[in-house]
T-cell receptor
């Protein structure tokens, strides 16, 4: 079944550690996104990529970096984790025009990250 | 910057009643409007989208859009305990496929 997967699903780490969250998709979508979700704040966009060579900052990119290794893979890195990066992280994908509605996003199951 | 505001919750309704969720947005150029349902600890799931003014019905869900008032709503008829979740309103613009999300409204359906 076409899907969006994220690894790991849960991670506890310490301040200053480097962390990588991975996202893979079998939907064949070109567009991929990383969001974080904090209680009461909804979903906030960290980075997005419209194809392998196109990566853009979202509204809260400071402290994060990304890598688009292939059409199906988009990784999020925290170079030096800090406690206020504790959150639920979601990857999402969307099709390009012609593949479907390009404004319709499909979410992965999320990664719960705790930084101590 | 597109801002999306949702009515603060939590919203508690008895089983069988209508739950009414509201959302306003600041960008008049916004063209597409979405409602996602999110169960606790789970990922958002798209349940409705609407692009034109008026009502759109899908089963027990009705989305209503009024672009002049910059207002979109979601009605859940015959609410069931399984409808207990947080509902996220999302909006994007004409040429901008990024979504802006509201903070969500948590609905609890009392059996």
């Amino acid at each position: 079944d076409a899907d969006v997967t994220q690894t790991p699903r849960n991670r506890i780490t310490k301040t200053g550690k480097r962390i990588m969250l991975e996202c893979s998709q079998t939907k064949g979508h070109d567009r991929m996104y990383w969001y974080r979700q904090d209680p009461g704040l909804g979903l906030r966009l960290i980075y997005y990529s419209f194809d392998v060579k196109d990566i853009n900052k979202g509204e809260i990119s400071d402290g994060y970096s990304v890598s688009r290794q292939a059409q199906a893979k988009f990784s999020l890195s925290l170079e030096s984790a800090i406690p206020n990066q504790t959150a639920l992280y979601f990857c999402a994908t969307s099709p390009i025009p012609g593949q479907g509605r390009p404004d319709t996003q499909y979410f992965g199951p999320g990664t719960r990250l705790t930084v101590l | 910057q597109k801002e999306v505001e949702q009515n603060s919750g939590p919203l508690s309704v008895p089983e069988g009643a209508i739950a009414s969720l509201n959302c306003t947005y600041s960008d008049r150029g916004s063209q597409s409007f979405f409602w996602y349902r999110q169960y606790s600890g789970k990922s958002p799931e798209l349940i409705m989208f609407i692009y034109s003014n008026g009502d759109k019905e899908d089963g027990r869900f009705t989305a209503q859009l009024n672009k002049a008032s910059q207002y979109v709503s979601l009605l859940i008829r015959d609410s069931q305990p399984s409808d207990s979740a947080t509902y996220l309103c999302a909006v994007n613009g004409a040429n901008d496929y990024k979504l802006s999300f509201g903070a969500g409204t948590t609905v609890t359906v009392r059996a």
